[in-house]
């Protein structure tokens, strides 16, 4: 299966919300294998519709416990919502397919449970105090036009600002 093309910083569809999926079907499946494809391709651990250029509510994920368990199983949710989220919070450097080399630290709930849909329409839930958790929570915000650096302060933002820039000026040009 191909690859599919990934949106950068800049492209207006990152910062649209995404449309809620109705239609399950073999399109629907092929995309999300696509998007698997896509994530693995590209060395990333989670990757949200937008990315590459869809406007609906699918993403895909690595379940990793931590940070280094790449080669473990990936999910595809469709419809996904976080429906908890605990008190207790965790630092942790995040980075994006759509924003190469920008990296930055974000505190976020240490442990999520997500309702969502699978391909065939089922709906299920996962829970997760893990770095899989992490990953639901940073593609979920894609889907709601929010990036990870929407939660830096105005001092991070102003040290990534030129490259976020060089990103979205070469964007343009493709």
Same mark, same amino acid.
């Given at each position: 299966?191909?690859?599919?093309?990934?949106?950068?910083?800049?492209?207006?569809?990152?910062?649209?919300?995404? $449309?809620?999926?109705?239609?399950?079907?073999?399109? #629907?499946?092929?995309? =999300?294998?696509?998007?698997? %494809?896509?994530?693995?391709? !590209?060395?990333?651990?989670?990757?949200?519709?937008?990315?590459?250029?869809?406007?609906?509510?699918?993403?895909?994920?690595?379940?990793?416990?931590?940070?280094?368990?790449?080669?473990?199983?990936?999910?595809?949710?469709?419809?996904?919502?976080?429906?908890?989220?605990?008190? $207790?919070?965790?630092?942790?450097?995040?980075?994006? #397919?759509?924003?190469? =080399?920008?990296?930055?630290? %974000?505190?976020?709930?240490? !442990?999520?449970?997500?309702?969502?849909?699978?391909?065939?329409?089922?709906?299920?839930?996962?829970?997760?105090?893990?770095?899989?958790?992490?990953?639901?929570?940073?593609?979920?915000?894609?889907?709601?036009?929010?990036?990870?650096?929407?939660?830096?302060?105005?001092?991070?933002?102003?040290?990534?600002?030129?490259?976020?820039?060089?990103?979205?000026?070469?964007?343009?040009?493709?």
């Amino acid at each position: 299966m191909k690859s599919l093309d990934l949106r950068f910083y800049g492209d207006s569809i990152l910062r649209q919300a995404a $449309e809620p999926v109705v239609k399950f079907d073999d399109e #629907l499946r092929e995309f =999300g294998e696509a998007m698997v %494809v896509t994530m693995r391709h !590209e060395r990333g651990v989670g990757l949200a519709a937008p990315q590459v250029g869809r406007s609906i509510q699918v993403i895909s994920a690595l379940r990793m416990e931590d940070g280094e368990d790449v080669n473990v199983a990936a999910d595809v949710l469709v419809n996904p919502k976080v429906i908890f989220a605990s008190k $207790e919070t965790w630092s942790y450097e995040e980075g994006c #397919l759509c924003m190469p =080399g920008v990296s930055a630290a %974000v505190i976020r709930p240490r !442990e999520v449970e997500v309702e969502y849909q699978d391909v065939t329409g089922e709906v299920r839930r996962v829970r997760s105090d893990k770095f899989f958790g992490r990953i639901l929570q940073h593609e979920i915000d894609h889907l709601k036009g929010v990036l990870f650096i929407d939660y830096l302060s105005s001092a991070q933002k102003s040290l990534i600002k030129p490259k976020l820039r060089q990103i979205s000026d070469t964007q343009h040009l493709l």
